[in-house]
């Protein structure tokens, strides 16, 4: 009897192929509407394989019911929306797609920081609203990107991306991270600093750390206020990272400048939301790896990680296999 995957969003099938070959597969029917929670926890009752998505929880219950769950791959660089824990004490293997979105994800983070930085969105609205009468020396005047400091707070393979951007744009780089990456220092020129050392002399403040139980609103008030009232905050990683209210307030009393968001506690948000209200804030809907190509990518990895567990080889990233003795 073949395996069962249940895959938790439409996907291009295309991009199928193998996995159809060797075991049964059930697709939820929808690109846009996530799975039901009762839907999902009945699909893992059966199921030998999940593909998830960062949006999916899979947490204990869930889990509650899952006696045949080999594998849990995501389509996603991060897995915080998974009880990896839980998982590991029941055997399953967790997987996830690094690497292939570091740069699309990179090309992105900077995007965002441009565009608050040289008020894009606000310029474009400008225009759509017919409010273009004249022009003058300091319309929509923004704010210089090159050679100015750029601080990035969490520096693992997205953040070297950025770092090397923005050494494109002659920026100083300081970063702040668990260790420090004596390579990204030598072959970028970024300088290890505190957390607090990057938020006191950063001109452009970039969230890209991992979420975890030390780093949750690791962004709060008295981090807002040892930033400059010059400075730009961008964060494409997880809301969680922020508190929300303190960046509102922040944002509102002139404590930092402006700033950009790909990402935001709960998702998805919607327009009366206190952050999208503010003009010094310019927000995107969560599309850091949102490229047709990097989607493939994501899609062919969380493939090959599926196959390859239920096969009872290695798959190409997993979280948990040390844990696993594996």
Known sequence: MKPYVFITRKVPEQLLTELYEMAEVKMWEHEDVPVPNDVLKKELERADGLFSLVSDPVQSEQLSNCPNLKVIANMA????????????SKGIVVCHTPDVLTDTTADLTFALLLATARRIPEATRYITHDE?????????AGTDVHHKT???????RIGEAVARRAK??????LYHNRTRKTGAEQ?????????EEVLKQSDYVVCLAPLTPETKELFDEKAFQQMKDSAIFINASRGGLVKESALVEALKNGVIKGAGLDVFAEEPIRANHPLVQLPNVVAIPHIGSATVETRDAMVEMTVQNIVRTLRGEQPIAAVNLKELGV
Do not use: H
Request: net charge negative; charged share 15%; hydrophobic share 45%.
């Open 168 to 173: 494109g744009f002659d920026m100083t780089i």
């Open 132 to 140: 273009w009468s004249q022009w003058s020396p300091y319309l929509l």
């Open 77 to 88: 660089v991060g897995y915080d929306n998974i009880d990896v824990e839980l998982a590991t």
């Open 187 to 195: 072959e970028i020129g970024a300088r290890y600093c505190t957390f």
């Open 150 to 156: 750029i601080g990035i707070v969490g520096m693992g």
